[in-house]
């Protein structure tokens, strides 16, 4: 009888684990499901539907007599690790080699500084070091992947999921208005498919708005344009990695009980075996196909949950200063690699 009982204890646990988060996670993936049918038929961004929706539904996340709760806290937590892992098989360095070294260290260079002027920003305007790191990341990397992926490592206070959700909200509206806009631009300009191509992938925010700026230009303006979108998505473990390494060293832990985060989180690693697979050719292109398409479901169904755990009233308190930081920091990486592939090129 104890062997039998033994045996059966993983597939109670199993039981449990379904009871205690199955609601939560179905929810998230209606929503999910909600968000692409109106993506699909009104053309609008999926995850800025998924995000609205999500918050639209705060109320479940609240509600611990609706059994809500604990799924929708594993699925903005879990499945988006799940998520951004799966992102490193769109990864290949024989595809990024193509592009050449020079424009290669434009787009490298562009996240970096990015980066560092989203924290020297958030600096000058008051804010946390944490909303310079979060926003700058996501501007500079792939705009809401990168934003959730950057939260999961940071050291969390009272303001951390806010300024998740604002973050999303805002790249999410700048890329649809940069997909617009952006390739008004390279006419204007007059540049050729592949000054246009990496201008348009390097500056806007989410891979799914790159991919309709860049073929509205032309088929290779597309192609180039999402390669040098997988460059950026590419930089999205080592700048993890230093970020990781910097908080480790420099965070204050306190509203964490002491406990430091890993210096390599396990969705990093995880994303860094795909990219290195996929690299070396043992990811069949059908696999790697169905592979983003699953981290593209995850991700979309985690910042579903994410919209459930933040209220409207919390993101409009996060003020004028933050948005004038994000609208910055577009600005500021479009006249970089505006001008970095404009001296390439000269």
């Known amino acids: 009888m104890q062997a039998k009982s033994a045996s059966q204890s993983p597939l109670q646990g199993a039981v449990n684990f379904v009871r205690r988060n199955g609601n939560g996670f179905l929810v998230s993936v209606v929503v999910a499901v909600a968000a692409q049918f109106l993506s699909e038929h009104y053309g609008a961004p999926a995850m800025l539907m998924a995000l ?31 998520g951004v892992a799966l992102l490193g098989a769109r990864i290949s360095l024989e595809l990024m080699m193509n592009l050449g070294p020079q424009l290669i260290a434009v787009v490298v ?16 305007l008051g804010r946390g070091w944490r909303f310079g790191v979060l926003t700058g990341g996501s501007v500079a990397i792939c705009g809401a992947s990168a934003a959730m992926a950057i939260s999961a490592i940071l050291p969390k206070n009272e303001h951390s999921e806010r300024n998740l959700i604002f973050t999303v909200l805002s790249v999410t509206v700048l890329s649809t ?19 246009s191509g990496v201008f348009l992938g390097g500056t806007i925010h989410d891979v799914a708005q ?5 073929f509205s230009v032309s088929d290779e303006a597309g192609e180039v344009a999402t390669l040098v979108k997988l460059i950026r998505v590419a930089m999205l473990a080592p700048v993890v990695l230093v970020i990781s390494a910097l908080v480790r060293r420099h965070a204050d832990f306190a509203d964490e009980s002491g406990k430091r985060p890993p210096l390599l ?47 409207l009233k919390r993101i409009l308190d996060v003020g004028g200063q933050a948005i004038a930081l994000i609208v910055a920091e577009t600005i500021f990486i479009a006249l970089f690699v505006l001008i ?6 000269m």
């Open 210 to 214: 790159v991919v309709g700026a860049g």
């Open 52 to 82: 609205l929706l999500g918050i639209a539904f705060h109320f479940l996340a609240e509600d611990d007599a609706g059994n809500c709760k604990a799924g929708i806290d594993f699925t903005a937590r879990t499945v988006l690790r799940f």
């Open 265 to 311: 989180p396990m969705f990093v690693v995880g994303f860094l075996i795909f990219a290195t697979l996929n690299s070396l050719g043992f990811i069949p292109a059908a696999i790697a196909d169905a592979m983003a398409s699953l981290s593209r479901w995850a991700l979309l169904v985690s910042i579903a949950a994410v919209g459930m755990k933040t209220s």
């Open 340 to 345: 970095g592939v404009y001296v390439v090129h």
């Open 109 to 124: 260079a562009g996240v970096f500084l990015t980066i560092l002027f989203g924290l020297l920003g958030a600096r000058l």
């Open 177 to 195: 208005i940069a997909m617009i806009a952006y390739p008004i631009l390279t006419e204007a300009f007059d540049f050729d498919a592949e000054v």
